[in-house]
C-alpha cells in the first residue's frame, strides 16, 4: 500500500513538473544594442516580470544596427516575428501601415498603476493613430554634442557647456570653435558628424540639426524642405565648414571622436556607455542654436508587439511591465523617458551614473523642446534616392544650390 | 527429405530476382546521389523556380500583399526605369575592367611562379591568402587604406610628389578602386588555375621549340598560349560570372556611391529586395542578370570554339 502511494506521488509530481514546463513560455525581443551595460539592465527588468509571471523567460537578441530593420522584415515575413521588437521611429510607420503590430492600448490601460496619460503626447507621435497604440516609445532621446574637453583645454577654449550656459552657443560659434580646435589639435578635426556615418547612412541627422537651427526642416507635410533659404543656409555653412575651414571630417575620411581624433560630435546618451574607455575628459552639451532658435532634434526607439505572435497578449504586458514608472526610472539613465513623471524627477537629472546634473539638465530640456526626426513609410526608398544627390553636394567644388535642387527633386516623388 | 531439400534448391534458383541487376544498380546509384540531390532540389532548384514565378508578381514583403503582374516589372525595368539602364552599365565597366586585368595578372604570375625556385611556394601562398580572406575583412582594410589625404595610399604616393584622388568619393576613381581592389583579392584563384594549366603541358614541346631555335615569345604564344585555352575559358567565364555578382565588396567599400557611381546590378537587386523590401521586382532583376550572365557565357563559348578551329 505504502508503495502504491508513493509511486501515484511520484507520477503526481513528475506530472507537475512536465505540466510546468509545458506552460512555460519563451519571449523572444530584438535589440540593436549589443553593449553589456545595456543588456544587463534589461535582463534585470526581465527578472522583475518573472518574479510576477515565474513561467515567462524573456530572452534578449541583438542585431546589428545596420541590419535591423532587413532582419526584423525578413523574420516577420518567414512567419517568425520576434514577440517584442524594439523599433527604430523611421521604420514604425512602414510597420503601422502594414498592421503588423498589435494594439497595446488595452493592456496598458488596464494595467494597474500604469498611468497611460504621463507619456507626453508629442512623443506618443509616431506610436499612436486615435486611440491604437502601436508602441510606446521607451528612448526618446535628443541629439547631443559630445564634446573633448581635452582637447577644448588645449586650443584654450571654452567647452559648448559653458558657451550654452552663457547663451553664446550658436552655430557661429560653433564654426568658429571648430576651426580654432583643427588649428589647434594637428592632424585632427574639430567636429565629426553623428557615428561617422554623416555622408552615408546618417546623413539626414548629419543635416537636420543646423538646418533646424536655422528654422528649416529636412521635410514637413510631404513636401522637402532642403530647398528653402533656412535649409540652404545650414548647407552652405556645413559645407564652408567641410572644405574651407576643413574643420569637420571630411568625406572619404575616419575621424572618430570617441578615439579621441575629432573634438566634437553629435550623438545620444546612450553613447555615455562608450566613453568610459575613451580616455580623455568630455562632455556633453546642447546642439548649438541658431536663427531659427533653440530647435533640438529628437530619435526615437519604441517597444512594439507583433500581431502575429504566439504570444502576444503576455508579450504586450512585458511592455507595460518593462514601461512602468519604475523601469522607465531605471532605463533613463540611457534611454531618456518620455514620461513625464520621470522626465521631471530629480532622480532623472540627479541619478545618472556617468552623466553629472549640470548635463543632464540639458538633456532634460531638449526632450521637452525637441522634435523627432521627421519619419516617412518610404524611409528607404527616400534615403537611396537622397544619397546620389547628397554626394554631389559632398564636393569641394560643388554647385550646393544645385545639389540642394536635386536632392528635393529626388525626394519629393516619394514624399 | 532429401526430395524437399532439393525441391527447395530448386525453387530458390529459378525464382527471378526481384530487381534486374541493371535497376539494382541503378537504384543504388539513386540512393547514393539522393541526399545531395534533395539538397539540389529544395535550396537551389526549387527557390530558382520560385524567383521565376516572384519575377512575374508584385510583391511586397513587409505587406505580404502579392498581385501576379505578368511582365510587367520587366517592362518597367527595360524601358521605363533609368536607374536600371544605370546599373547594367556600371556592372559592365566593373566586368571590362575587372576581367581582363584579373587574366593578364594571374597569368603573368603563374608564368613566374610555375617552375620550382627557391621561395615560390612562398611567393604562391602570399598572391593567394587574398582569395581565402574574408571579403568584408578585406574592403574593411581597403576602405581605410583608400582615405582622403589621410589614407595611406595617398600618403604614399605624397612622398613621390602626388596628390591621390579621394579614391572613395569620386565616382570614376571610386570604380577604378574597387575593380583593382576585387582582382588583387580574387587573382590568386586563377593564378592557381594558371599554374595548374601550365604545369600540364609537357616539357617537350618547349624544350623541342626551343631546339629548333625558336623565342621565347613563340614558344610563348605559339605553344603556351594555345595549350592554355581550355583553362582560359574557364577563367573568363568563371570570372565574368564573378564580376557580374559581385556584391560584398561593393557593399562594404561604397555602397553603390558616391553618386550611384558604382551601383551594380547584384547590389542594386539587394537594395530592391533587402532595402525596400520589393521581392517581386529584385526577383525581375535577378532574372534579367541571369539571362544576361548566361548570354555572355555562350558568345564566350562560341568565340572560343571558332577560335580554336
Same mark, same amino acid.
Given at each position: 500500500m505504502r508503495a502504491a502511494l508513493a509511486g501515484i506521488a511520484a507520477s503526481a509530481l513528475t506530472l507537475c513538473a512536465m505540466t510546468s514546463t509545458a506552460v512555460a513560455t519563451d519571449l523572444r525581443m530584438t535589440v540593436w544594442t549589443g553593449s553589456e551595460v545595456h543588456l544587463k539592465m534589461l535582463n534585470g527588468i526581465a527578472e522583475g516580470f518573472k518574479a510576477k509571471h515565474p513561467d515567462v523567460n524573456v530572452k534578449f537578441e541583438t542585431v546589428p544596427v545596420n541590419d535591423y530593420t532587413q532582419k526584423l522584415t525578413f523574420q516577420v515575413a518567414g512567419g517568425?516575428?520576434?514577440?517584442i521588437a524594439w523599433m527604430m521611429e523611421d521604420a514604425a510607420p512602414a510597420f503601422e501601415n502594414a498592421n503588423?503590430?498589435? &494594439?497595446l492600448g488595452p493592456t496598458l490601460k488596464a494595467?494597474?498603476?500604469?498611468?497611460?496619460?504621463? %507619456?507626453s503626447q508629442p512623443a506618443m507621435g509616431l506610436w499612436q493613430k486615435d486611440e491604437t497604440v502601436?508602441?510606446?516609445?521607451?528612448s526618446t532621446s535628443p541629439f547631443m554634442i559630445y564634446y573633448n574637453k581635452d582637447m577644448f583645454d588645449k586650443a584654450g577654449l571654452e567647452d559648448p557647456l559653458a558657451l550654452a550656459a552663457k547663451g553664446e552657443w550658436n552655430m557661429d560659434r560653433f564654426q568658429e570653435v571648430a576651426k580654432k580646435l583643427t588649428a589647434a589639435n594637428?592632424?585632427?578635426?574639430g567636429f565629426e558628424f553623428k557615428d561617422g556615418e554623416g555622408y552615408a547612412s546618417r546623413m539626414t541627422h548629419a543635416l537636420l540639426p543646423p538646418i533646424r537651427a536655422y528654422g528649416?526642416?529636412?521635410?514637413s507635410n510631404h513636401e522637402?524642405?532642403? &530647398?528653402k533659404p533656412e535649409a540652404i543656409k545650414a548647407v552652405k555653412q556645413l559645407h564652408d565648414m567641410v %572644405?574651407?575651414?576643413?574643420?569637420i571630417v571630411p568625406p572619404g575620411e575616419q575621424g572618430d571622436y570617441f578615439s579621441g581624433n575629432s573634438a566634437m560630435t553629435v550623438n545620444q546618451i546612450?553613447?555615455?556607455?562608450?566613453?568610459?574607455?575613451?580616455g580623455f575628459k568630455w562632455g556633453i552639451a546642447p546642439l548649438p542654436s541658431g536663427p531659427g532658435g533653440e530647435s533640438p532634434v529628437i530619435g526615437q526607439a519604441g517597444l512594439v508587439v507583433f500581431?502575429?505572435?504566439?504570444?502576444k497578449d503576455i508579450a504586450a504586458e512585458f511592455i507595460a511591465h518593462m514601461t512602468s514608472k519604475e523601469n522607465v526610472a531605471i532605463m533613463a539613465q540611457f534611454f531618456p523617458p518620455a514620461r513625464k513623471s520621470v522626465l521631471e524627477s530629480d532622480a532623472f537629472i540627479n541619478g545618472n551614473k556617468l552623466i553629472p546634473p549640470e548635463m543632464m539638465k540639458n538633456v532634460a530640456a531638449a526632450i521637452a523642446n525637441g522634435r523627432v526626426h521627421p519619419a516617412h513609410e518610404k524611409s528607404p526608398q527616400i534615403l537611396a534616392a537622397m544619397a546620389p544627390r547628397v554626394d554631389a553636394l559632398w564636393?569641394?567644388?560643388?554647385d550646393v544650390d544645385a545639389a540642394i535642387k536635386g536632392i528635393c527633386s529626388a525626394i519629393q516623388p516619394l514624399l | 527429405m532429401t526430395d524437399i531439400i532439393h525441391n527447395l534448391k530448386t525453387t530458390r534458383t529459378s525464382q527471378k530476382p526481384w530487381l534486374t541487376l541493371k535497376a539494382r544498380e541503378m537504384m543504388e546509384a539513386w540512393l547514393f546521389v539522393s541526399p545531395s540531390f534533395i539538397g539540389f532540389l529544395i535550396f537551389f532548384l526549387g527557390p530558382l523556380c520560385a524567383v521565376v514565378y516572384y519575377s512575374l508578381t508584385e510583391w511586397n514583403l513587409l505587406t505580404q500583399q502579392a498581385t501576379f503582374v505578368g511582365l510587367r516589372n520587366f517592362e518597367n525595368a527595360l524601358l521605363e526605369n533609368p536607374d536600371f539602364w544605370h546599373v547594367v552599365r556600371n556592372s559592365v565597366i566593373f566586368a571590362l575592367g575587372l576581367v581582363p586585368l584579373n587574366m593578364a595578372l594571374a597569368l603573368t604570375l603563374a608564368l613566374a611562379l610555375s617552375r620550382p625556385f627557391f621561395g615560390v611556394v612562398f611567393f604562391r601562398t602570399v598572391f593567394f591568402a587574398p582569395v581565402i580572406t574574408s571579403a568584408i575583412a578585406w574592403a574593411i582594410v581597403w576602405k581605410f587604406l583608400l582615405?582622403?589625404?589621410?589614407g595611406f595610399i595617398n600618403q604614399v604616393l605624397a612622398l613621390v610628389g602626388i596628390t591621390g584622388p579621394n579614391w572613395l568619393r569620386e565616382p570614376g576613381w571610386a570604380m577604378a578602386a574597387v575593380i583593382i581592389t576585387r582582382v588583387i583579392k580574387m587573382v590568386g584563384l586563377n593564378m592557381i588555375l594558371y599554374i595548374a594549366a601550365l604545369q600540364a603541358i609537357p616539357r617537350d614541346y618547349e624544350e623541342a621549340a626551343r631546339l629548333e631555335g625558336a623565342s621565347r615569345w613563340q614558344i610563348f604564344s605559339m605553344i603556351t598560349w594555345p595549350l592554355l585555352a581550355p583553362t582560359t575559358l574557364v577563367i573568363m567565364v568563371i570570372t565574368t560570372i564573378g564580376s557580374f555578382k559581385v556584391f560584398d565588396h561593393i557593399y562594404q567599400m561604397t555602397g553603390g556611391g558616391p553618386?550611384?557611381?558604382?551601383?551594380?546590378l547584384a547590389f542594386y537587386i539587394y537594395q530592391q529586395g533587402?532595402?525596400?523590401?520589393?521581392v517581386g521586382y529584385a526577383s525581375t532583376l535577378a532574372m534579367i542578370m541571369f539571362v544576361i550572365v548566361m548570354a555572355l557565357t555562350i558568345v564566350q563559348v562560341m568565340l572560343r570554339r571558332k577560335g580554336m578551329e
Open positions: 517568425n516575428p520576434p514577440d503588423l503590430l498589435m &494594439d494595467t494597474e498603476g500604469y498611468d497611460f496619460a504621463d %507619456f502601436y508602441g510606446i516609445p521607451f594637428p592632424g585632427k578635426w528649416g526642416d529636412i521635410w522637402c524642405g532642403f &530647398d %572644405f574651407k575651414d576643413k574643420s546612450s553613447r555615455a556607455s562608450k566613453m568610459a574607455e575613451a500581431a502575429q505572435g504566439k504570444n564636393k569641394a567644388n560643388a | 582615405q582622403g589625404e589621410g553618386e550611384n557611381g558604382t551601383l551594380v533587402f532595402k525596400f523590401f520589393n
